[in-house]
């Protein structure tokens, strides 16, 4: 996440530091209270002899992850014609370099969403608290200790010996794998204590505790509340009431109704990590608690405050031999280095549209944190018109300098003239005037939902799973097969969760379920098998049933592997996965006609797609619904085939761009591949890799069909 300048000093790189938010003002911006000045003094330093500036590329910068775009009164993201662009796009990142080299890979592309620093706000209460004082009431204290899972994971040798039962759920978490084992134990950080509140058994804790959210990540929330009989003492010394704990998306998804559970009443039963209590409590020891605790979760982002930008040239300069360009926009951000060097740093990237030159865009979306860092909105940018070319590179067609309350007046006053748009190449020639007119049709800024702002408001997450059952696994009872466990050999049974080793499939399988469970009321599972022969006779794709939750998927993955009418078979093909993975949530979307569903297919394979046209048009088609495909390979085999349905990176070439109906919007990017050996067989850091990006998918998955946020 982007941080915050001191007053004086240049961000780092190309990470936006966080600004507050803006005050609307006739004309323009008005800054909040208490913002800093406009602009930015360099120290009075000359460059030395034969300096040169550093590449632009910046260093450090955190790309969109977060956000929602609500269309506008009356506006329909319908297909845009020939020349025209309409949300939402999904184009490559691009930077510019200085010395008019083209765009290259760290600016936030089209209108993606960004993540910024979502922060989880936590307000608590108590009720009924234990009086600990003889003669009085308790004075209680409120401890809150966040476990980031991911964080923790670590390898050390592994314990045969150990259940995987302490894997899921109860805080200390012990995960074992093939000779080694990424372990959180403890990992407890303490993020915020409240003030002693005197005599009160039904406390209302004043203060707001943020935490930081992520969505890849179990983060784990322990609240623990004490009476005060030693004040300026550590809590280890006070009287324990009780403590609760959950999830930080158990929190968020209660949403205004708060999180109500009872104290737990014995210290005890603290996880290891948080510190414990070092006597017993005195008072009225024998008391029993009907303790309750009440936690609300608010998001907050300091990303959800956007420009959108509209945008249309005349007269625009063509590039190409067919007499037309190939434009998109780029916005840099202009800042002076310590030698007082002018240098743009990209802030936004849009969509190419091709063969034209009269483009027009619509709804641009950046953040105005990364259009003006100090909140008056008044930081120089630069706006220019590039011409993508596929074999050589980009040509700049002109630009112009502007601020962004310059870009909200111009939108919203017809009379405001266009912009020129100058080549400094050609600036100065004998008859050259321009190389096109801008004129920007609106610039407005609104505040939009975030992820969690829907999760709060009831949209449901959910998962499926689809396990490859190829040949190429080798047999599950050879230990050299990716499908081994002991298990299968010794005849233990899965009910009793206990995995002496785990192969990369259930590594998979727990890195990924333990993360979107949460999001899931029901945390009901369909899993599937591909690619094998059941009594002989072959099956492309099967439905084994619904499971409950991790353990229920790992014991559906044990009982397929012990079902001897499953022969392990071929091909590995991804289109009947695909078809039967729509259906079944397409049968959900119908039972469920009036909530937002949206949903993570988990396919687990070791092999390369032998159906990849077929793929990719189920691909196609499956973009449309409110999916994000997490594909993870495991063994040693080649993934380079894999790596082409990753829609990173395959900017305005790739096969969504190929199979794009004409004149409509780009394919929905919804897939993302990682190789467990990538990761290090660590299912924490393949959590991280593969679904940091689903909040993304989510949120352009409501931009694209209109979805208004109804709290």
Known sequence: MAGHPSSGAPPA?????????YGAAPGGYAPPPGAPASGYAPPPAAPPSGYTPPPVAPTGYAPPQSGYAPPPAGYAPAPAPPGQYAPPPTAAFGAMQIGGAPPNSAAPAGNQPSTGGTKVHLKVSCKGLVDRDPTSKSDPQLFIYVQHVAKQSKVRPMQRTESASSLLGDGSIDLRM???????VGGWTLVGQSRPIKDDLDPVFPEDFAVDFHFEDVQNVIFVVVDVDHPGHAMAHQDYLGHTGASLAQLVA???????????????LLPDGVPKFERPPRGRRNQVSSSTITVSA????????????????????AKDAN??????????????????????????KSPVIYKTTRPVWLRLKVPTKHLSIDGTGNDQLRVAIWDADLHSDDDLIGS?????????????????????LINPKKAGRMFYKNSGQLTVDACTIEDEPTFLDFVAAGANISLSVAIDLTASNQPQRNPSSLHYMPQLVSGLQATQSHYPVLNEYQRALIGIGQVVQEYDNDKSVPVFGFGFAMNGARCPCSFFGNAVGVDGILKQYYDILMNPAVELY????????LREATQNLQKHLQAEPGRLVYHVLLIVTDGQITDMDATLSALASAASLPLSIIVVGVGAADFGMMRTLDGDGDGETGWRKRLAKPGGPPIRDIVQFVSMREVGGDPFALARETLREVPEQFLHYVQEKGIKLHK
Request: proline residues 11%.
């Open 13 to 21: 790189g190309n990470a936006p530091p966080g600004a507050p938010g």
């Open 178 to 184: 093939t000779g080694f084992v990424p372990q959180v």
């Open 254 to 268: 209660t949403g205004s109704k708060g999180f109500t559970a009872p104290l737990i009443g014995d210290s005890k």
């Open 298 to 317: 608010t998001a907050e982002s300091d990303m959800r405050r956007k420009a959108f930008i509209s945008l249309s040239v005349q007269k625009l300069e």
């Open 323 to 348: 007499g037309k360009s190939d434009p998109y926009v780029v916005i840099s951000r202009l800042e002076r280095d310590a030698y007082n060097i002018e240098r743009p740093v990209v802030v936004f």
């Open 400 to 420: 112009f300098d502007t601020t962004l309350n310059q870009l909200v007046a111009a939108g919203s006053s017809r009379q405001h003239p266009p912009f020129p």
């Open 570 to 577: 071929g091909p590995t093909d991804f289109a009947p996965v």
